[in-house]
C-alpha cells in the first residue's frame, strides 16, 4: 500500500463494514498502520470460534499500512455459510502482544453466489439461472438462454 494510506494506529483497525455480501470480487476488509515492527495475523472464526481462515504478513515495520482482505471463504477456498463471524488481528514481536477484534456479518441476501448443487435436471457448468423460489434450504431455479 502507498506509504501516504491513511489508516488509524494498530490496535485501532479500519474496516470495510459490519455487513459484508461474498462474490463477485467482494472482500471484507481491515486496514491498519503497525505501531510497533512485528509478525501480523488476520484470523477468521465462526461465531462459535471454529477457524475458517487465517492469513500470516509475516514482520512488518513500524508506520506499514496492512489491508488484510477475506473473500468469504475458508481455508478450502469454499464460501461459508451467512452468518455472525469473529475476527482478530495479532501482533507479535520480542516481548510484545496485541490483538485487535471484531465481528463481521455475512450475508447473500440479495447478492450473488455460486453453490454446488444436486438437481434432478443437470444444468450445464457456467449456465446463467434464475433463482424461481426458495423454501427453507431448497431453492429452485431454471437455466436461463445464452446471450
Do not use: C
Not at 27 to 41: I, P, Q
Not at 69 to 85: E, F, I, K, Q, S
Not at 115 to 123: E, G, K, Q, Y
Request: net charge positive; aromatic share 10%; charged share 25%.
Amino acid at each position: 500500500m502507498p506509504w501516504w494510506t491513511r489508516a488509524p494506529a494498530f490496535p485501532r483497525l479500519r474496516r470495510s463494514g459490519l455487513l459484508f455480501h461474498p462474490g463477485a470480487g467482494r472482500v471484507f476488509s481491515v486496514t491498519f498502520r503497525v505501531a510497533r515492527t512485528a509478525r501480523l495475523t488476520f484470523t477468521i472464526r465462526t461465531r462459535r470460534g471454529t477457524l475458517v481462515r487465517r492469513f500470516r504478513a509475516g514482520a512488518r515495520r513500524r508506520g506499514t499500512v496492512i489491508r488484510f482482505n477475506w473473500d468469504g471463504r475458508d481455508r478450502r477456498g469454499r464460501l461459508v455459510r451467512a452468518g455472525l463471524y469473529r475476527f482478530t488481528v495479532t501482533a507479535t514481536a520480542r516481548r510484545y502482544h496485541r490483538t485487535a477484534r471484531g465481528t463481521v456479518r455475512l450475508t447473500y441476501d440479495g447478492a450473488i453466489q455460486v453453490l454446488p448443487a444436486t438437481a434432478d435436471n443437470s444444468i450445464a457448468r457456467g449456465r446463467e439461472v434464475e433463482i424461481i423460489a426458495v423454501h427453507g434450504m431448497a431453492v429452485t431455479v431454471r437455466s436461463l438462454p445464452p446471450p
